[in-house]
């Protein structure tokens, strides 16, 4: 069964305080692994896809990678608009392309 | 493009009605997906749909039901609404083959709905 852990639960941080989010996985064959944001009564916003291992993308004040076993969300210089819910999630190989989410890092960045 | 639609926002149903939450896309997306989520978990899989005429039941199905007659359109059906299906619903489609390829999903802004 696909597991998908994050922490931690929530993360509150200063304005231009770094930091990291932690998403670790367990998946039979990984297709792909992704990140999403989300707003109070929001859906789910896509910011990155990561395929294997080594693979680094970048958006803005924020950064993901990937290993084998977990996946980070690197936060720098954070600013107020970047508090959310931050959803990791993990498509595994052979399946019709569904999600299996872990239940959200809620950042809070104080001005 | 509007992109995924979902309607209604809210919906307050008595135990024992039943109800359909609408889900529509205009990106020609043949994969659409229902989610159940509830405070502090994660998104859980009700129904898919990978083209029209084929769905299948997902994580947690029970006391739902779906069809996809179109490729726009993906009603989420509440039978005998019970207050265990009090959630957040989220409708979500994407492109797919049937190669290796993975694409990412794009969600509707969700049905709050509440069983009392």
């Known amino acids: 069964e696909d597991q998908v852990t994050q922490s931690p639960e929530a993360l509150r941080l200063q304005e231009g305080e770094s930091s990291s989010l932690n998403c670790s996985y367990t998946v039979s064959g990984l297709r792909g692994l992704f990140w999403y944001r989300q707003d109070p009564g929001k859906g789910p916003e896509f910011l990155f896809t990561?395929?294997?291992a080594g693979e680094e993308k970048e958006k803005e004040r924020l950064k993901a990678t990937l290993t084998k076993k977990e996946s980070f969300l690197h936060i720098t210089a954070p600013k107020p608009e970047d508090s959310a819910t931050y959803l990791c999630?993990?498509?595994?190989?052979?399946?019709?392309?569904?999600?299996?989410f872990g239940s959200g890092t809620q950042l809070t960045v104080l001005p | 493009n509007a992109g995924v639609t979902q309607t209604p926002k809210f919906r307050i149903l008595k135990i024992g009605q039943s109800m359909t939450l609408q889900c529509a896309q205009d990106?020609?997306?043949?994969?659409m997906y229902w989610y159940r989520q509830d405070p502090g978990m994660g998104l859980k899989l009700i129904y898919y749909s990978v083209g029209a005429g084929i769905t299948d039941k997902g994580e947690v199905p029970n006391g739902y039901n779906v069809s996809r007659s179109t490729t726009e359109d993906f009603p989420l059906r509440l039978e005998l609404a019970a207050p265990s299906q009090t959630s957040v619903y989220f409708c979500a489609s994407s492109y797919g083959t049937s190669g290796g390829a993975s694409y990412e999903q794009y969600f509707g802004p969700g049905t709050r709905l509440t069983v009392t």
């Open positions: 990561l395929y294997s």
């Open positions: 990106m020609n997306h043949n994969y």
């Open positions: 999630a993990v498509q595994a190989r052979g399946s019709a392309r569904q999600l299996t």
